[in-house]
């Protein structure tokens, strides 16, 4: 049986909502505190299933994870690391891509590390090949077994010189996860930059790291012998905030997203503007609204930090089933990112998805068999239909076509949102949305 949410959609979403800290940076800051030889206080943190999934794995490697007097704070005390189950770790397998990021901590704190097959979204291959070649680089030995793939430090982890071949957000994690306690300094070029790793760094800083953003995508770290606990505020969802932007413009809404802060989304309110979206920017976040009119079309590609987030690019493009004339969006962070229009198209929308690049960003996808460009042309109006949710992002943008549609839609396996949207049902009700909860059979996409 799988949960399904039935939508009766075609009404404006307004009021209200607050997003907490940002699930791609609040599971990666849990991971960091292993690293220290005292607790650690984290602050901001959503009740999502990634954090769940997250403290399980901690829990099975000896960390203490308690709940703080803070809404929203998490103790984590690394005393008593020691080495879990290979089963215990593995009944894990398919819940998250965490685990690879336990590596550096695990071989510095115990010399060896065990990956389960990973989760995560189904959004393309999603390999691990860089976060292999950086542990390699430092020192360890990589192994793949029947199990899995285990890691072990012979030696202690040494300083590198890397150059990672695309700016991987998670390989970017790892190496920082693993230099700043490797011997001697550790150089990484071509390195991820997302306000997300800007906020691990300033949490490694304040555990006694030494880490230096260059320009041009360098990060310098020289290595120390022991870091000790911190105390930190995450920094907003910036995926969820957006994702409620999208909602309100394609339902011709209006929604106050608390928490939300301008710096980290000043890519996305560039095009939300450009859209025909309006938005109003406080001390309390960033209300986003449907200010009338016909919503414009735009080009635009994704992009890795400062450019548009791919996590933007689902909702988004259901805003754009809405805007008058031909959108064109080229996805060059995932080759596989575009199976969600299916339903947007049984829904109503015209979206055309072809393998050439629509646009001229550097992409590692044009000579290769993607559907990663996509035409949506608009406006088109949405009815309501039976959807599958595909993956998290994806399935968030199923939800807004459904509150945007005219008449009764069932979203099936609505479950998946929970991995990274806090409290969505109470949200929705918060923004007068018409749903209900039904148990069904399961329906495959
Ligand atoms: N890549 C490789 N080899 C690797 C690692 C990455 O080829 O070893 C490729 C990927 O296949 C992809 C590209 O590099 O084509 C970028 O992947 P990246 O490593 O940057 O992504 P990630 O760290 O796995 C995180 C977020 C994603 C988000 C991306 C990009 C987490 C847990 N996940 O993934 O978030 O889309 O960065 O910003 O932080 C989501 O929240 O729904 C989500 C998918």
């Known amino acids: 049986m799988s949960t399904v949410l039935t939508v009766d959609g075609g009404r404006p979403l307004t009021g209200s909502i607050q997003v907490r800290g940002a699930k791609n940076f609040v599971s990666k800051a849990m991971v960091a505190s292993l690293l220290g030889d005292t607790p650690s206080r984290l602050r901001n943190v959503p009740a999502i299933r990634d954090v769940s999934v997250v403290t399980g794995l901690l829990q099975l490697h000896g960390v203490d994870v308690s709940v703080g007097d803070e809404d929203g704070e998490l103790l984590l005390d690394p005393a008593n690391v020691e080495q879990a189950h290979v089963a215990d770790i593995d009944a894990h397998a398919g819940a998250s891509r965490i685990p690879v990021l336990f590596c550096g901590p695990l071989l510095h704190r115990l010399g060896e590390a065990h990956i389960p097959d990973l989760g995560g979204c189904r959004i393309g291959d999603r390999p691990i090949n860089y976060h292999l070649d950086v542990l390699r680089q430092f020192g360890a030995v990589v192994e793949k077994r029947t199990q899995g793939i285990w890691i072990s430090a012979p030696r202690p ?91 309100a413009l394609a339902t011709g809404g209006d929604v106050h997203v608390v928490g939300a802060q301008q710096q980290p989304m000043l890519t996305f309110l560039n095009v939300f503007r450009k859209v025909g979206g309006a938005f109003d920017i406080d001390d309390d976040g960033i209300r986003f609204f449907h200010p009338g009119g016909r919503l414009n079309s735009i080009a635009l590609e994704t992009d890795v930090h400062p450019g548009f987030m791919t996590d933007w690019q689902q909702p988004l493009v259901v805003a754009l089933t809405q805007a008058s004339g031909l959108s064109i969006v080229h996805e060059t962070v995932y080759e596989n990112r575009f199976g969600f229009v299916e339903a947007l198209q049984r829904m109503g929308a015209t979206i055309q998805v072809y393998r050439e690049c629509l646009g001229s960003a550097p992409c590692r996808f044009g000579s290769q068999d993607f559907r990663h460009s996509a035409v949506i ?36 396996g609505i479950d998946i949102i929970d991995r990274g949207y806090e409290h969505f049902s109470a949200k929705l009700t918060a923004l007068g949305a018409d749903f209900s909860y039904e148990e069904a059979p399961v329906l495959t996409g």
């Open 157 to 247: 982890l040494r300083g590198t010189r890397l150059e990672l071949p695309y700016p991987s957000v998670g390989a970017t994690e790892q190496v920082l996860l693993t230099a700043v306690r490797a011997q001697g300094v550790t150089e990484l070029r071509n390195a991820a930059i997302e306000p997300e790793i800007a906020d691990l760094i300033a949490v490694l800083q304040k555990m006694g790291a030494v880490i230096s953003v260059g320009t041009d995508r360098v990060i310098r770290i020289e290595g120390v012998d022991r870091l000790t606990g911190y105390t930190h505020r995450a920094l907003p969802d910036r995926i969820e905030a957006a994702s409620w932007a999208c909602a």
């Open 377 to 412: 042309s608009g406006p088109t109006p949405l009815r309501g239909a039976d959807i599958v949710v595909p993956d998290l992002r994806g399935g968030f943008s199923h939800l807004i076509a459904a509150l945007a549609a005219e008449g009764t839609s069932r979203v099936h």
